[in-house]
């Protein structure tokens, strides 16, 4: 098992551009999340997903930011028409939710936009 | 509604001398804790949890935690700090009610002095 992995590592964009970044989990893993970091904060939660099912949305999540699992493997986020704002560290994390079982989320390396 | 609280959002301890960081929760049912370390501009790694059995866990790199119910504290110690062991420490709770969305800390920065 290679972890959690994130493409691209970092991307750097223009102002009204639309990005999309790819998380592809632990494989047996159910549960994916989406987190955004800026420089010396926490992880601030996104979305996640149980499944292909999107469980929860963050209210602080524009219109323009949108994510997929379609066939509960591999996620994509997408932010349209980026602004400077959307600069920061996405972070993918994935997790087994099974009855009681309960393992500790897994992060990958993340992926750095820089929006210009 | 849960809260995590990481006390000192930077903390500085000479190499060799004794790691504590700390962390306490809010929560009206036992829950899941975590830390993780993050190391400039990677993810976030696992170093220990805590999941209802021992209160004492030890974790990677010599680290280890005490869960204190009374207390709703979580702390994070080592007794020997390392230049390796500078890095940014999150602190986070999740439970089974809440359906383990994980409740983050807004991090300790360790600073190793020399």
């Known amino acids: 098992d290679t972890g959690v992995s994130q493409d691209p590592r970092h991307k750097i964009t223009k102002r009204g551009q639309n990005v999309t970044f790819r998380c592809d989990p632990i494989?047996?893993?159910?549960?994916l999340y989406w987190y955004r970091q800026t420089l010396g904060q926490g992880p601030e939660f996104l979305t996640y997903?149980?499944?292909?099912?999107?469980?929860?949305k963050s209210r602080l999540l524009s219109d323009r930011f949108s994510a997929e699992r379609p066939k509960g493997s591999f996620s994509t986020l997408e932010i349209q028409r980026t602004e400077q704002g959307d600069s920061a560290m996405y972070l993918c994390?994935?997790?087994?939710?099974?009855?009681?079982?309960?393992?500790?989320?897994?992060f990958g390396q993340g992926t750095r936009l820089t929006v210009v | 509604a849960q809260s995590v609280t990481q006390l000192g959002s930077h903390v500085s301890v000479s190499e060799g001398a004794l790691v504590l960081l700390r962390c306490n929760y809010s929560?009206?049912?036992?829950?899941?804790l975590f830390w993780y370390v993050q190391y400039p501009n990677q993810g976030l790694q696992l170093l220990l949890k805590?999941?209802?059995?021992a209160t004492l866990v030890k974790g990677i790199n010599g680290f280890e935690a005490e869960f204190k119910k009374s207390e709703t504290s979580f702390h994070l110690t080592k007794p020997s700090a390392h230049m390796s062991d500078a890095a940014e420490y999150f602190c986070a709770v999740s439970r089974r009610d809440s359906n383990y969305q994980l409740i983050w800390g807004a991090g300790t920065k360790l600073i190793i002095k020399p």
């Open positions: 997903f149980q499944n292909e099912a999107q469980l929860e």
């Open positions: 994390a994935s997790s087994l939710i099974r009855g009681t079982l309960n393992t500790e989320a897994f």
């Open positions: 805590y999941t209802s059995a």
């Open positions: 494989s047996e893993h159910n549960r």
């Open positions: 929560s009206s049912v036992p829950p899941y």
